[in-house]
């Protein structure tokens, strides 16, 4: 019988973009809990420092941060060059910077958006997992191991009415690329999986919920079997699931983590 451990991530060292906050930061809180290395990068110096003080109340592994922008290729480069300098090996690589709130209606229609909105949502979500790969799977193909966790979105399976179809497409895109890479790096023991999260209550989601009429939020949770939304840890222990041991035998799957809508 196997052993249920609960320092899964002992001796491990976690890439984790958009650590600052959200559900990556959960998932830097847990994995540093159970004994992993966390090198957390965000392009938010003040976020980010406060995640280094919450992963250091955590205890555990050790923890190191990054401000960087996941979208410049040369800063990716320079983060994965210096932690494998420093480390020798890159265990876990999580994929967090994306989302639909950096434009101004996330929700808009096709006919609604501008290129340059559309544009903006594609490369936002895309690009930044895309050069984290891109610079992570030599190292980890030279050590025949690793994990990726890509995060799609409910959006990608076309089944959000509150976001925009070039959300829809880029979470989409996810949802493929992650199929595709695990398809290409499995025969040098790498997993490559994704979330696709409901509407999650991160720091960002919570203000445009709240600023929702109090009926478009009753509507929402009634659709929810589970009856509520999701918080950040809630999807982090999925992550976590796969960044582990426990997921050996999990390549080229999206979960929908969705509390059953």
């Known amino acids: 019988m196997t052993e249920v451990s609960f320092a899964r991530f002992r001796g491990k060292v976690a890439l984790i973009s958009g650590a600052a906050a959200g559900i990556c930061r959960a998932s830097a809180e847990i994995i540093a809990a159970e004994g992993g290395t966390v090198a957390a990068v965000d392009i938010n110096q ?3 420092d406060g995640a280094m003080a919450a992963l250091a109340e955590a205890g555990g592994g050790e923890h190191l941060a990054y401000c960087a922008n996941a979208l410049e290729q040369s800063e990716v480069d320079a983060v994965v060059a210096d932690l494998i300098d420093r480390y020798g090996r890159i265990d876990i690589l999580i994929n967090g910077v994306g989302g639909s709130t950096i434009i101004d209606n996330p929700a808009a229609h096709a006919d609604e958006l501008t290129m340059d909105e559309w544009q903006k949502i594609l490369d936002f979500n895309l690009s930044g997992t895309f050069l984290f790969c891109h610079a992570v799977i030599p190292q980890m193909t030279k050590q025949r191991s690793g994990k990726i966790v890509n995060f799609a979105s409910i959006a990608g399976r076309g089944r959000s009415a509150s976001s925009s179809s070039a959300y829809a497409a880029a979470k989409g895109g996810i949802i493929a690329f992650t199929k595709k890479l695990s398809l290409e790096v499995g025969p040098a023991g790498i997993n490559v999986n994704a979330i696709a999260p409901s509407a999650t209550l991160t720091e960002r ?5 709240e600023g929702r009429p109090p009926e478009l939020r009753d509507s929402a949770v009634a659709a929810t079997p589970l009856g ?3 918080e ?5 222990n999925v992550v976590c699931f796969l960044a582990s041991s426990h997921a050996d035998f999990v390549t080229g799957v999206t979960i929908d ?3 059953g809508a």
């Open 46 to 48: 003040e976020l980010l």
């Open 205 to 209: 989601i919570r203000r445009h919920w």
């Open 228 to 230: 509520r939304l999701a």
């Open 232 to 236: 950040p840890v809630d999807q982090a």
């Open 257 to 259: 983590v969705t509390g």
